[in-house]
């Protein structure tokens, strides 16, 4: 397999971690001092987040990320990766969607005579570009910086205090 798709295979298991909430496969794919930085908009990005660690980064994924609802669950998605390789250090930047996805119930009566197919939706919920720098650490490349642009602006919950 060459550099290229072997950082390109960061990436994806990055975002198969995300889709699971699975802290432990995520902080595996960090150097221990890693940081992720997230930021909003394209043109004038501002900075909304910052994680630094690699364990502090994996239990942002299993406690802060919003859990599946029942018969839910999303699809982080990657496009366009632009990877580039230097000897030791790699640096990819692709495109990204998120797709929630929520499987309809069946009815107790069983599904309408003219349903066909999958039930349910599937809803985009989130977009932007994943770039980030890697180093190879024991023979296998990890994530040093992580940096996500969002597309959307991102609205919290007001703080109960």
């Known amino acids: 397999m060459s ?9 994806a298991k990055y975002v198969r971690a995300a889709d699971r909430r699975d802290g432990a496969a995520m902080s595996q794919l960090f150097v221990e001092q890693a940081q992720v930085e997230i930021f909003e908009g394209q043109q004038a990005p501002r900075q909304i987040g910052r994680i630094e660690g690699a364990g502090a980064i994996g239990a942002a994924v299993a406690g802060l990320m919003e859990p599946h609802p029942a018969g839910g669950w999303s699809h982080h998605t990657t496009h366009d990766p632009i990877v580039e390789v230097d000897g030791d250090a790699a640096t990819i930047d692709a495109q990204f969607i998120v797709y929630d996805t929520v499987g309809a119930t069946k009815p107790p009566a069983g599904w309408p005579g003219n349903a066909f197919g999958a039930q349910g939706t599937v809803m985009p919920i989130e977009a932007g570009y994943y770039r980030s720098r890697l180093v190879r650490e024991d023979q296998q490349w990890k994530i040093a910086e992580h940096r996500i642009y969002l597309d ?5 919950p007001e703080s109960s205090t």
């Open 152 to 156: 959307l602006p991102m609205a919290f």
């Open 3 to 11: 550099k290229e798709r072997e950082v390109q295979q960061v990436l």
